[in-house]
C-alpha cells in the first residue's frame, strides 16, 4: 500500500489516530505561539514550520510518540538539562503520546531553532582573498605594489629569458 501524499498540515494531522490529533495539534499551535512568522507546509511527508530563512522544525507523529527534528547540536547543548526526561537521538527529539505536551518547553526550542536559522542566513563580510603563495608561483607586483601578474614560476622565467634576449 503506498505512503499517503499530505497537501497541507491539517490533511497531515487529519489522518491521524484520534489519540495523536488532539497531542499534534497542541504542539502545532504551541510552535505557531513560539514563532508567528512561521510558514507551514508540508515537506518530506511532515508538517514543517519554515521561516523566511530556512525550516525552523520538522513534526511527525508516530505510534507511540511524536517528534521534533532539526535539533541542532548547539539546541542540545543549551537544553541538556531541560531534554533529559525526553528521548534524544541525533538531531531527534521525542515526546510521549501518552504524557502531556509540554507547552512551556516547545516555544523555547522552537525560539532557538528559528534564532539559529535567522543567524546562520544573516549576510556574512567577504574576506579579501589572498592570493596563494608557494615556491611555484612568483607574483610580479607594481612600484604601488598592486599585484600584476601571478603566474608559475617556470612561466615568468621564461618570459624574462625572452625580455631580455637570451641572454
Not at 103 to 116: G, K, N
Not at 129 to 156: E, F, N, Q, T, W
Amino acid at each position: 500500500m503506498p505512503e499517503p501524499i499530505y497537501k497541507s498540515v491539517d490533511e497531515y494531522i487529519a489522518s491521524q489516530p484520534e489519540d495523536a490529533k488532539e497531542v499534534l495539534e497542541r504542539a502545532r499551535s504551541t510552535i505557531r505561539k513560539a514563532v508567528p512568522k512561521v510558514e507551514e507546509v508540508i515537506s518530506y511527508k511532515m508538517p514543517t514550520f519554515k521561516a523566511s530563512d530556512g525550516v525552523v522544525l520538522y513534526l511527525a507523529a508516530w505510534k507511540k510518540h511524536y517528534s521534533l527534528y532539526s535539533a541542532t547540536g548547539r539546541l542540545l547543548a543549551a537544553l541538556k538539562s531541560d531534554l533529559a526526561p525526553y528521548k534524544v537521538n541525533k538531531s531527534t527529539i521525542r515526546f510521549s503520546l501518552s504524557e502531556p505536551v509540554p507547552v512551556d518547553f516547545i516555544p523555547r526550542i522552537a525560539r532557538f531553532r528559528a534564532a539559529e536559522v535567522a543567524a546562520r542566513t544573516k549576510p556574512k563580510l567577504a574576506k579579501p582573498k589572498l592570493a596563494k603563495r608557494s615556491k611555484h608561483y612568483l607574483r610580479a607586483s607594481s612600484r604601488d605594489g598592486r599585484c600584476l601578474v601571478r603566474a608559475p614560476l617556470l612561466i615568468l622565467r621564461i618570459a624574462a629569458l625572452i625580455y631580455n634576449g637570451f641572454r
